[in-house]
Structures are given as structure tokens and as C-alpha cells.
């Protein structure tokens, strides 16, 4: 767990943690006294109500699939350019050298 650098931040975490593990103690006790307070089951509108929330989870991770695909296709084309470029320099070099040499030969 990353901490915070403010001290009345981590304070308050630690206190939503407590508050959690207490809770969860006092389900299990009330469960065991066979007064479950959580409903198992759900109305149709809150049915409803998950299913848009798990279309609305789909499209964003959709789009999300769609924009890392197309940064992938971009990085693709840019490595490709910068291999042509540096190949190109590369030759470039060579016929100077190439040249050099045959200019010296010939001195």
C-alpha cells in the first residue's frame, strides 16, 4: 500500500481501515446471531442498474483496447521510419568513407 506523505491522510486511511475490519467483525458476529443484514436478493432495477454499469465498464475498456492499439500501430511506423532514417545515415557514411579511401588511393 503506497502511503501518503500527509500525516492527517495516513491517519484517516488507517482509521477507514480499522473501520472496515471492525465492520466486517460485526457482519460475521450478526450472522452467527442469524441476523444477516445483506440482502441476497436484488430488485430488477438494480439488476438493471449493474448490467448498464457493466456496459459502461465494457465500452470504456473497449475504447481503451482500441486507443492502445492504435498508439501501438503509430510506435510500429515510427520505429520503422527510425530504421530507414538510421539506415540511410548509415549508407551515407559508408560512401563517404568509401570516398575518402579512394581519394587517398589515388593521392
Known amino acids: 500500500m503506497c502511503e501518503s506523505t500527509n500525516p492527517e491522510e495516513n491517519f484517516n486511511n488507517k482509521n477507514d481501515d480499522f473501520n472496515i475490519e471492525n465492520s ?14 445483506v440482502d441476497d436478493e436484488l430488485t430488477f432495477e438494480e439488476m438493471l442498474d449493474i448490467d448498464n ?31 530507414d532514417v538510421r539506415k540511410e545515415i548509415q549508407e551515407e557514411q559508408q ?13
Open 24 to 37: 466486517s467483525e460485526e457482519e460475521y458476529n450478526n450472522e452467527e446471531d442469524g441476523e444477516s443484514e
Open 95 to 107: 560512401m563517404k568513407v568509401d570516398v575518402n579511401d579512394t581519394q587517398s588511393e589515388t593521392k
Open 53 to 83: 454499469k457493466l456496459d459502461a465498464l465494457n465500452l470504456a475498456l473497449d475504447a481503451m483496447e482500441s486507443k492502445r492499439e492504435m498508439v501501438h500501430l503509430e510506435l510500429l511506423e515510427l520505429l520503422k521510419s527510425n530504421q
